[in-house]
C-alpha cells in the first residue's frame, strides 16, 4: 500500500514538475512578446522603465505615416501573389515526390529546399547579381521591380509548401484513392474528390506559412526593392535609423495579432495543427 502510495506521489511529482518546465519555457518564449505589447502603450516618447503613463496615440501614428501604409500593401500583396505561386508550383513537386519513385528524385527534393538552408543574405546577394546580369543582357527592367521581389519571394516559400504538401501525403491513406478509382473515378475525379480534401490540412498550412514567411521577409528584400518600393520589414527598419519610440512596437503588434488571428481562424476551420 505504501509502496503503491511512493509510485504515485513521484508520478504526481514529476507531472508537476514537467508542467512547472513547460510552463517556464513558454513564459520565456512569450516575454519578448509580452514587452513588446506592453511598450507599444508607453506614453513617453523615448522609452523609460517605469512608464510615466499609457496611450494609443501609437497605434494612430502608423495610420499616419505613409511609409508604413505603403509598405503593409507591399508586403500583404507579395506575401499573396507569392504564396500563390507557391502552391502553384510546390503541390505538384511533392506529389511527384511523395507519389513516385524516379533518378534524381532525392536531389530534386533537396533542391527544391535549399532556400530554407541558404543564409538569407547570401540568397538576397545572389538574387541581386542575377537580377543585374538578367537586365544587362536581356534589356527586361526587372531590377527593383515588382516581378523581380516576387521571384525572389516564391523561391522562399516553395521548400514551406512542399516540406508541409508531403508531410500531408505521407499520412494520407491511398486506399481511399484505390477504392475511388475501383467504383469508377478517374485519376482527376480521385485527386479533386479524395486527394484534395486529404490534404488540405497541409495545403492551407503550407499557405500559412508562406505568407508569413513572405509578409515578414527582411534580407532578402533589402537586395530586391526599388526607388519607391518599400515593404513593411524595411519601412520599420529605415524608421529605427532616425527614431527610436514605440510605434515601431505598435507595429510590431498590429502584425503579429493579423498573422496569429489569421492563423487561429484558419485552424478553426481547417485543423493545420495536425500537420505542424
Known amino acids: 500500500m505504501?509502496?503503491?502510495?511512493?509510485?504515485?506521489?513521484k508520478r504526481r511529482l514529476g507531472r508537476y514538475l514537467l508542467n512547472g518546465v513547460a510552463g517556464f519555457t513558454l513564459?520565456?518564449?512569450l516575454t519578448p512578446?509580452?514587452?513588446?505589447t506592453w511598450l507599444s502603450f508607453f506614453s513617453q516618447t523615448i522609452p523609460?522603465?517605469?512608464?510615466?503613463?499609457?496611450?494609443?496615440?501609437?497605434?494612430?501614428?502608423?495610420?499616419?505615416n505613409d511609409r508604413f501604409v505603403s509598405g503593409f500593401i507591399l508586403s500583404l500583396q507579395l506575401a499573396l501573389i507569392s504564396s500563390t505561386i507557391g502552391l502553384i508550383v510546390g503541390v505538384p513537386a511533392a506529389l511527384c515526390i511523395a507519389r513516385y519513385r524516379f533518378r534524381g528524385r532525392e536531389a530534386l527534393n533537396n533542391l527544391l529546399l535549399l532556400p530554407l538552408v541558404i543564409p538569407g543574405i547570401v540568397l538576397g546577394i545572389a538574387l541581386y547579381v542575377f537580377h543585374v546580369e538578367t537586365e544587362i543582357n536581356t534589356g527586361l527592367p526587372i531590377l527593383g521591380s515588382l516581378l523581380g521581389l516576387v521571384s525572389g519571394h516564391v523561391l522562399i516559400v516553395i521548400p514551406w509548401?512542399?516540406?508541409?504538401v508531403t508531410a500531408s501525403l505521407a499520412g494520407f491513406n491511398r486506399t481511399l484513392e484505390e477504392a475511388a478509382q475501383n467504383l469508377g473515378a478517374d485519376r482527376w475525379t480521385t485527386f479533386r474528390r479524395i486527394t484534395l480534401p486529404g490534404i488540405l490540412p497541409g495545403i492551407v498550412?503550407?499557405?500559412?506559412?508562406?505568407?508569413?514567411?513572405?509578409f515578414g521577409n527582411l534580407e532578402l528584400s533589402l537586395f530586391l526593392v526599388g526607388p519607391g518600393r518599400t515593404t513593411l520589414p524595411i519601412a520599420i527598419l529605415q524608421?529605427?535609423?532616425w527614431k527610436i519610440d514605440p510605434t515601431i512596437a505598435a507595429v510590431s503588434v498590429v502584425q503579429i495579432g493579423l498573422i496569429a488571428a489569421a492563423m487561429l481562424i484558419t485552424d478553426r476551420y481547417v485543423k493545420i495543427a495536425r500537420v505542424v
Do not use: C, H, Q
Request: hydrophobic share 55%; aromatic share 18%.
Open 48 to 64: 523609460s522603465f517605469p512608464p510615466e503613463g499609457y496611450s494609443l496615440k501609437w497605434y494612430a501614428a502608423i495610420i499616419e
Open 33 to 36: 512578446l509580452i514587452f513588446v
Open 27 to 29: 513564459l520565456y518564449i
Open 2 to 9: 505504501n509502496l503503491g502510495r511512493a509510485i504515485l506521489d
Open 205 to 214: 498550412a503550407a499557405a500559412m506559412f508562406s505568407f508569413v514567411s513572405s
Open 161 to 164: 509548401t512542399v516540406r508541409l
Open 239 to 241: 524608421y529605427l535609423e
